[in-house]
């Protein structure tokens, strides 16, 4: 269940973009950024609002992995998944990780820390592997470069 804060933000953001062009898009991005994630509780507001179905809401948040459907950890950590940093090491990144963590992709640490998340390109290619952590890129990650971000992430 929606706090009352939740409900009334949506419906802020909803009012706000519901009569732009493609309002869709920035609409999610907007509730996303704002309370975290998108509730499944606000499909149907959404749908009524810019007369689309409930399913149609549905597939557009799951169809794109940066929409999460639940609340993240403290700390979003995401792995660049894509064929530069795959050629470098990604995937050993990648299993370290889920192992240091105990979560595997769209989960939470149990202390609600850290949300693991794949992404397909951080745009750091040239300093391949990378991840990042909320807003900050970090390249040419190594396990040791995890264990520093993970002990930064729980201060």
């Known amino acids: 269940m929606l706090s009352d804060n939740k409900i009334e933000k949506i419906e802020q953001?909803?009012?706000l973009l519901k009569d732009k062009p493609g309002a869709l898009l920035p609409l999610m991005h907007a509730i996303q950024d704002d309370i975290g994630y998108i509730p499944e509780?606000?499909?149907e507001p959404?749908?009524?609002a810019l007369s689309l179905s409930v399913a149609e809401v549905h597939g557009f948040?799951?169809?794109y992995h940066h929409f999460r459907t639940k609340p993240s950890g403290k700390h979003i950590l995401q792995i660049?998944?894509?064929e530069s940093c795959q050629s470098m090491g990604s995937e050993n990144i990648e299993s370290y990780c889920k192992e240091k963590l105990g979560i595997d992709y769209h989960e939470t640490t149990e202390d609600q820390l850290i949300t693991l998340e794949p992404?397909?390109?951080l745009g750091?290619?040239?300093c391949s592997p990378a991840v990042m952590i909320d807003d900050e890129v970090i390249g040419r990650v190594t396990e040791d470069k995890i264990d520093?971000?993970?002990q930064e992430a729980k201060k």
């Open 46 to 48: 959404i749908s009524k």
């Open 148 to 150: 520093d971000l993970i």
């Open 119 to 121: 992404v397909y390109c």
């Open 13 to 15: 953001h909803v009012n």
């Open 124 to 126: 750091n290619c040239a």
């Open 41 to 43: 509780e606000s499909y």
């Open 80 to 82: 660049c998944r894509a």
């Open 61 to 63: 948040v799951t169809f």
